[in-house]
C-alpha cells in the first residue's frame, strides 16, 4: 500500500493525502513518466460524497493517523494526464497570489467534465457499412436477390451501394434514400447492413488554413511589427499602443502566423464573448482549422473536448478565448497576445479565485518562455507605467490604418440643455440632426447607454416609494417588456404594481434612461430605422451576439443600442455617428479608477465612428464638459491623461505605485458583521499600520441577504509576499476562530479593478 496527494475541487487549502494500492500506484507513475501528477482519481469525502480528484504525488510517506482514518483512492479514472506541469505551476501561483484556496482554482480551472466521476464522453454518430460475405460484387447481388421481396429495403439498400465514402452515417443514408429510420433498422437487424460508432468532434472546423490570405502590412504597421520583435529581445512583455482602427488586428495575424512558423502555439485573450464572434472570422480566415475558440459561452462537453485537443498529439495552434482559456493545457506555448488588455472584463470577481486574466496570461507565458503582446488604444496606468518604468517594452501606432481621421468629437452640455427644455429625453438636438442625416445618407449609428433595463428606478409621484430588493441594498430596475422589476445583483424579481403599495397612487413613473427605453424612443423618433439592442438582456442565448454583431455588419439593422459591450473592439466599417448619451454616470461612479474607466470607454466608444471612408462624428453628451477628462477625450490626448492620472494616484498611495487588497467580510446579520470587521481592522492594524482603511460600508452594503463589510490595505512596490500574505491568513484565521464570528465570511480581493 502507497499513498497519493491529491487537490479536490472544494474551497480546501491543503491537499488530501489517501491510501493508493501498489497496483494503481504502479499505474499513476507510469502514466505521468514518474512524476504522479496531473491524474484524475475518485477518492471518498466526508460520510457518502465522491469526487474526482487531481494527483499531486505518489509516495510512502504514511499520514500521522490511525489507519481506519486513512481513506483509499476508489478508482483511477483516466489512462493519461489531465493536467501539464505548467498548468500545475499557474494553479500553484494563482492560489498564492490570490489568495485563494487551490480546490477553488481547480474547478474554475477544470470544465465540468473532467470533475465528474464518470467521465468525458467523446461524441460519436452511427455509421454503416456491409458485412463481409456482401462486400464482394458478387455478394452485393446476392444481397439484392434476397431483398426482391422487400422493395423498399431493396431501394434504400441499393443506394447505399451508390454511396461513396468511407464513413456513410446513417443519418446520410436516411436522407440520400428519402427512408425512415425503421426501414435502415431491418438491414440491420436482417444482416445486410452493419453499424458501427464513428468519434466526431463537437467544435467546428474552420477548414483548411490560408496564409496566403494574410494582408501586407503598410509602412506603419510593418514598423511596430518591427518595433514588437525588436522590443522582445530585451523584454518578456511589450505594450502595443495602437488608436481605434490603426490595423493592431493585422500585426497580431502576421505574429500568429510567424509563431506557428516556428512550431509553436498562441493563445490570444479578448475581454469579451462577444468579441470572439468577429475576430473568429478573421482568423478562421486566415488559420483555418488550426484555430480553437474556448469561453463560457461553449457547453461543458464542448470545453471538455477542447481540452482533451490540447492534451492530443495533434492539439489546436492558436487559441483565442476569453479570459478562461488561460487554463488551457499548452505543450508548445511560443506567444501570448492580449487584446484590449485594459479591459476590466479580465478580472474575475465572483467567485474564487479572484483572478485577473491579464496577469495570469503573463505569468503563464513566462514559465514556458513565451513572450507576450499588450495590445490597446488606451493603456491601463499600470500597464502603461511598466512601460515608461521599462518592465514592458514599448510601441505605438498612432495613426489610423490608411491614415484615416480619428473621429470628430463634439462635446455637448445637456444640463444647460435641459435647463432650457431643449432636451428630447435623453437626446440632444446635436444628437437628433447628426443620425437624422447618417440615416438619410444610408449610415449607421451606434449609441451607448451603459445602463440596462428601461429605467433605473420606478417610484411613486406621491409619497416617492421607490421598489427595493428584498436581498440587496439596491433599488430594482424596470424592465418593460418583462413587465418585472429586477434586482441587477441577485436577481429577484417581481411584477410591476398597477398602484403605489405605500399610498395606492396608480400613477408609477419611471426615472432615468436604460437601454430598453432608448431603444423604444428610437423607434419613436426614427420610424424608418432598424433599431438592435445589445446588453446582457438580449445576449443571454447562445448565437445572439453573432445575429446581432452579423444583422449591423450586414447593415440589416441601421442602429445599435448598447452597454459597454458595444465599446470592446467591434469593426464596422458604415458608422459615421456615435452618440454617448450620458458620459456622467461613468465620471461620477464612487471610484479611485472612475476617470480611467470612463476615459477608456468613451475613447473605445468613439473608435467605433468613421473606421472606413469618410471622418466619423460623436457626440458626447454631459453635464461637466469642463472637466480635464473630457478635454483629454476629445483631443485622444492619452498622455495628458496618464500624467494627471499619475500624479493623483502618487499623491493617495493608489495603483501603480501601491498594491491595494480589498478584504471584504459578509454575514447574515449586520452587528454580527461590523463589530468582526472593527476586530480585523484593529488586528490589521497592529501589523500593517495606517497602510489599513476601514472597516467601512461598500456602496452595496448586502447583497444576496449578506450584510458587508470592506477594509482596504494599501502595500508598498516590492513588499515582502510571502510575509504579506502570511499575516493576512493570520489574522482572518484569528478572527474566524472566535465562536461568535464562525459564520462569517471572508475573502480577499488582490489588485482589485
Given at each position: 500500500?502507497?499513498?497519493?496527494?491529491?487537490?479536490?475541487?472544494?474551497?480546501?487549502?491543503?491537499?488530501?493525502?489517501y491510501?493508493?494500492?501498489?497496483?494503481?500506484?504502479?499505474?499513476?507513475?507510469?502514466?505521468?513518466?514518474?512524476?504522479?501528477?496531473?491524474?484524475?482519481?475518485?477518492?471518498?469525502?466526508?460520510?457518502?460524497?465522491?469526487?474526482?480528484?487531481?494527483?499531486?504525488?505518489?509516495?510512502?510517506?504514511?499520514?500521522?493517523?490511525?489507519?481506519?482514518?486513512?481513506?483509499e483512492?476508489?478508482?483511477?479514472?483516466?489512462?493519461?494526464?489531465?493536467?501539464?506541469?505548467?498548468?500545475?505551476?499557474?494553479?500553484?501561483?494563482?492560489?498564492?497570489?490570490?489568495?485563494?484556496?487551490?480546490?477553488?482554482?481547480?474547478?474554475?480551472?477544470?470544465?465540468?467534465?473532467?470533475?465528474?466521476?464518470?467521465?468525458?464522453?467523446?461524441?460519436?454518430?452511427?455509421?454503416?457499412?456491409?458485412?463481409?460475405?456482401?462486400?464482394?460484387?458478387?455478394?452485393?447481388?446476392?444481397?439484392?436477390?434476397?431483398?426482391?421481396?422487400?422493395?423498399?429495403?431493396?431501394?434504400?439498400?441499393?443506394?447505399?451501394?451508390?454511396?461513396?465514402?468511407?464513413d456513410?452515417?446513417?443519418?446520410?443514408?436516411?436522407?440520400?434514400?428519402?427512408?425512415?429510420?425503421?426501414?435502415?433498422?431491418?438491414?440491420?437487424?436482417?444482416?445486410?447492413l452493419?453499424?458501427?460508432?464513428?468519434?466526431?468532434?463537437?467544435?467546428?472546423?474552420?477548414?483548411?488554413?490560408?496564409?496566403?490570405?494574410?494582408?501586407?502590412?503598410?509602412?506603419?504597421?510593418?514598423?511596430?511589427?518591427?518595433?514588437?520583435?525588436?522590443?522582445?529581445?530585451?523584454?518578456?512583455?511589450?505594450?502595443?499602443?495602437?488608436?481605434?482602427?490603426?490595423?493592431k488586428t493585422?500585426?497580431?495575424?502576421?505574429?500568429?502566423?510567424?509563431?506557428?512558423?516556428?512550431?509553436q502555439?498562441?493563445?490570444?485573450?479578448?475581454?469579451?464573448?462577444?468579441?470572439?464572434?468577429?475576430?473568429?472570422?478573421?482568423l478562421?480566415?486566415?488559420?483555418?482549422?488550426?484555430?480553437?475558440?474556448?469561453?463560457?459561452?461553449?457547453?461543458?462537453?464542448?470545453?471538455?473536448?477542447?481540452?482533451?485537443?490540447?492534451?492530443?498529439?495533434?492539439?489546436?495552434?492558436?487559441?483565442?478565448?476569453?479570459?478562461?482559456?488561460?487554463?488551457?493545457?499548452?505543450?508548445?506555448?511560443?506567444?501570448?497576445?492580449?487584446?484590449?488588455?485594459?479591459?476590466?472584463?479580465?478580472?474575475?470577481?465572483?467567485?474564487?479565485?479572484?483572478?485577473?486574466?491579464?496577469?495570469?496570461?503573463?505569468?503563464?507565458?513566462?514559465?514556458?518562455?513565451?513572450?507576450?503582446?499588450?495590445?490597446?488604444?488606451?493603456?491601463?496606468?499600470?500597464s502603461?507605467?511598466?512601460?515608461q518604468?521599462?518592465?514592458?517594452?514599448?510601441v505605438?501606432?498612432?495613426?489610423?490604418f490608411?491614415?484615416?481621421?480619428?473621429?470628430?468629437?463634439?462635446?455637448?452640455?445637456?444640463?444647460?440643455?435641459?435647463?432650457?427644455?431643449?432636451?428630447?429625453?435623453?437626446?440632444?438636438?446635436?444628437?437628433?440632426?447628426?443620425?437624422?442625416?447618417a440615416?438619410?445618407a444610408?449610415?449607421?449609428?451606434?449609441?451607448?447607454?451603459?445602463?440596462?433595463?428601461?429605467?433605473?428606478?420606478?417610484?411613486?409621484?406621491?409619497?416617492?416609494?421607490?421598489p427595493?430588493?428584498?436581498?440587496?441594498?439596491?433599488?430594482?430596475?424596470?424592465?418593460?417588456?418583462?413587465?418585472?422589476?429586477?434586482?441587477?445583483?441577485?436577481?429577484?424579481?417581481?411584477?410591476?404594481?398597477?398602484?403605489?403599495?405605500?399610498?395606492?397612487?396608480?400613477?408609477?413613473?419611471?426615472?432615468?434612461?436604460?437601454?430598453?427605453?432608448?431603444?423604444?424612443?428610437?423607434?419613436?423618433?426614427?420610424?424608418?430605422?432598424?433599431?438592435?439592442?445589445?446588453?446582457?438582456?438580449?445576449?443571454?442565448?447562445?448565437?445572439?451576439?453573432?445575429?446581432?454583431?452579423?444583422?449591423?455588419?450586414?447593415?440589416?439593422?441601421?442602429?445599435?443600442?448598447?452597454?459597454?459591450?458595444?465599446?470592446?473592439?467591434?469593426?464596422?466599417?458604415?458608422?459615421?455617428?456615435?452618440?454617448?448619451?450620458?458620459?456622467?454616470?461613468?465620471?461620477?461612479?464612487?471610484?479611485?479608477?472612475?476617470?480611467?474607466?470612463?476615459?477608456?470607454?468613451?475613447?473605445?466608444?468613439?473608435?467605433?465612428?468613421?473606421?472606413?471612408?469618410?471622418?466619423?462624428?460623436?457626440?458626447?453628451?454631459?453635464?461637466?464638459?469642463?472637466?480635464?477628462?473630457?478635454?483629454?477625450?476629445v483631443?485622444?490626448?492619452?498622455?495628458?491623461?496618464?500624467?494627471?492620472?499619475?500624479?493623483?494616484?502618487?499623491?493617495?498611495?493608489?495603483?501603480?505605485?501601491?498594491?491595494?487588497?480589498?478584504?471584504?467580510?459578509?454575514?447574515?446579520?449586520?452587528?454580527?458583521?461590523?463589530?468582526?470587521?472593527?476586530?480585523?481592522?484593529?488586528?490589521?492594524?497592529?501589523?500593517?499600520?495606517?497602510?489599513?482603511?476601514g472597516?467601512?460600508k461598500?456602496?452595496?452594503?448586502?447583497?444576496?441577504?449578506?450584510?458587508?463589510?470592506?477594509?482596504?490595505?494599501?502595500?508598498?512596490?516590492?513588499?515582502?509576499?510571502?510575509?504579506t500574505?502570511?499575516?493576512?491568513?493570520k489574522?482572518?484565521?484569528?478572527?474566524l476562530?472566535?465562536p461568535?464570528?464562525?459564520?462569517?465570511?471572508?475573502?480577499?480581493?488582490?489588485?482589485?479593478?
Amino acid at each position: 500500500m502507497r499513498y497519493v496527494d491529491v487537490i479536490l475541487p472544494l474551497p480546501l487549502n491543503d491537499s488530501y493525502t489517501y491510501a493508493v494500492s501498489d497496483a494503481v500506484a504502479a499505474q499513476v507513475l507510469t502514466l505521468t513518466g514518474g512524476s504522479g501528477m496531473g491524474m484524475r482519481l475518485l477518492v471518498p469525502f466526508g460520510k457518502t460524497k465522491t469526487y474526482c480528484a487531481i494527483s499531486l504525488r505518489v509516495h510512502d510517506d504514511k499520514p500521522d493517523l490511525c489507519d481506519d482514518k486513512i481513506r483509499e483512492v476508489l478508482s483511477l479514472l483516466d489512462t493519461a494526464p489531465v493536467l501539464l506541469p505548467e498548468q500545475m505551476r499557474l494553479w500553484r501561483w494563482m492560489a498564492f497570489y490570490y489568495m485563494s484556496p487551490l480546490g477553488d482554482v481547480m474547478n474554475a480551472a477544470l470544465p465540468a467534465g473532467l470533475k465528474a466521476e464518470t467521465g468525458y464522453r467523446p461524441k460519436t454518430e452511427t455509421c454503416l457499412r456491409l458485412p463481409e460475405k456482401f462486400s464482394t460484387p458478387e455478394g452485393r447481388n446476392i444481397a439484392l436477390e434476397l431483398l426482391r421481396r422487400m422493395p423498399r429495403q431493396q431501394q434504400v439498400f441499393s443506394v447505399f451501394l451508390t454511396m461513396s465514402g468511407a464513413d456513410i452515417t446513417r443519418e446520410a443514408l436516411l436522407n440520400e434514400s428519402h427512408s425512415t429510420s425503421a426501414i435502415v433498422k431491418h438491414l440491420v437487424d436482417g444482416g445486410f447492413l452493419q453499424t458501427y460508432e464513428r468519434e466526431v468532434g463537437r467544435v467546428n472546423t474552420g477548414g483548411e488554413s490560408h496564409p496566403e490570405r494574410i494582408q501586407p502590412l503598410s509602412q506603419e504597421q510593418l514598423k511596430a511589427f518591427d518595433g514588437i520583435r525588436k522590443g522582445w529581445e530585451a523584454h518578456a512583455v511589450v505594450l502595443l499602443h495602437g488608436v481605434t482602427s490603426s490595423g493592431k488586428t493585422e500585426i497580431y495575424i502576421h505574429l500568429i502566423e510567424e509563431t506557428i512558423r516556428r512550431g509553436q502555439q498562441v493563445l490570444y485573450l479578448l475581454p469579451e464573448i462577444a468579441l470572439t464572434v468577429q475576430m473568429t472570422q478573421r482568423l478562421q480566415r486566415v488559420f483555418g482549422s488550426r484555430l480553437g475558440i474556448y469561453h463560457s459561452r461553449y457547453s461543458d462537453s464542448e470545453r471538455t473536448e477542447m481540452w482533451q485537443r490540447q492534451l492530443s498529439n495533434h492539439p489546436y495552434d492558436v487559441i483565442l478565448g476569453a479570459r478562461s482559456a488561460v487554463f488551457l493545457p499548452f505543450r508548445r506555448l511560443g506567444l501570448v497576445i492580449i487584446d484590449e488588455e485594459h479591459e476590466t472584463s479580465f478580472k474575475q470577481q465572483d467567485p474564487a479565485p479572484r483572478y485577473h486574466a491579464r496577469s495570469a496570461a503573463i505569468v503563464l507565458a513566462q514559465m514556458y518562455g513565451a513572450k507576450t503582446l499588450l495590445g490597446t488604444a488606451t493603456p491601463s496606468l499600470e500597464s502603461y507605467y511598466n512601460a515608461q518604468t521599462g518592465k514592458y517594452g514599448l510601441v505605438t501606432l498612432t495613426h489610423r490604418f490608411k491614415d484615416i481621421q480619428l473621429p470628430e468629437i463634439d462635446v455637448v452640455d445637456i444640463k444647460d440643455l435641459r435647463h432650457r427644455r431643449m432636451m428630447t429625453g435623453p437626446f440632444s438636438p446635436r444628437l437628433l440632426a447628426a443620425m437624422r442625416a447618417a440615416l438619410a445618407a444610408g449610415k449607421q449609428v451606434i449609441l451607448f447607454q451603459n445602463r440596462r433595463g428601461f429605467a433605473p428606478v420606478l417610484s411613486c409621484s406621491v409619497c416617492g416609494w421607490t421598489p427595493k430588493c428584498q436581498n440587496c441594498d439596491v433599488s430594482l430596475t424596470y424592465h418593460k417588456r418583462l413587465n418585472l422589476l429586477t434586482c441587477h445583483y441577485c436577481g429577484f424579481t417581481m411584477p410591476v404594481p398597477s398602484a403605489c403599495p405605500n399610498c395606492g397612487n396608480p400613477h408609477l413613473s419611471d426615472r432615468g434612461f436604460g437601454t430598453e427605453k432608448i431603444e423604444d424612443l428610437v423607434r419613436a423618433t426614427f420610424p424608418e430605422a432598424r433599431v438592435a439592442r445589445m446588453d446582457l438582456d438580449t445576449t443571454r442565448t447562445r448565437g445572439a451576439y453573432e445575429r446581432l454583431i452579423g444583422d449591423f455588419g450586414r447593415g440589416k439593422t441601421n442602429v445599435l443600442i448598447g452597454t459597454q459591450m458595444i465599446s470592446k473592439g467591434l469593426d464596422f466599417d458604415n458608422v459615421a455617428v456615435v452618440g454617448i448619451l450620458d458620459a456622467d454616470a461613468m465620471l461620477n461612479y464612487p471610484d479611485f479608477r472612475a476617470y480611467e474607466h470612463a476615459f477608456m470607454m468613451m475613447s473605445q466608444v468613439a473608435g467605433r465612428a468613421g473606421r472606413k471612408g469618410q471622418r466619423g462624428l460623436v457626440i458626447l453628451q454631459t453635464k461637466s464638459p469642463q472637466l480635464p477628462v473630457i478635454s483629454q477625450v476629445v483631443h485622444n490626448d492619452y498622455m495628458a491623461f496618464y500624467r494627471d492620472q499619475l500624479v493623483e494616484r502618487g499623491m493617495f498611495h493608489y495603483p501603480p505605485f501601491f498594491h491595494l487588497v480589498y478584504i471584504f467580510l459578509r454575514h447574515k446579520t449586520e452587528g454580527v458583521v461590523e463589530m468582526a470587521a472593527q476586530e480585523m481592522g484593529a488586528a490589521l492594524r497592529h501589523v500593517f499600520a495606517d497602510r489599513v482603511l476601514g472597516p467601512d460600508k461598500p456602496a452595496v452594503a448586502r447583497v444576496k441577504t449578506l450584510f458587508i463589510r470592506k477594509i482596504v490595505l494599501k502595500l508598498e512596490l516590492g513588499i515582502d509576499q510571502k510575509k504579506t500574505r502570511h499575516a493576512l491568513y493570520k489574522v482572518r484565521d484569528g478572527i474566524l476562530s472566535q465562536p461568535c464570528y464562525r459564520s462569517v465570511q471572508v475573502f480577499f480581493d488582490i489588485d482589485p479593478v
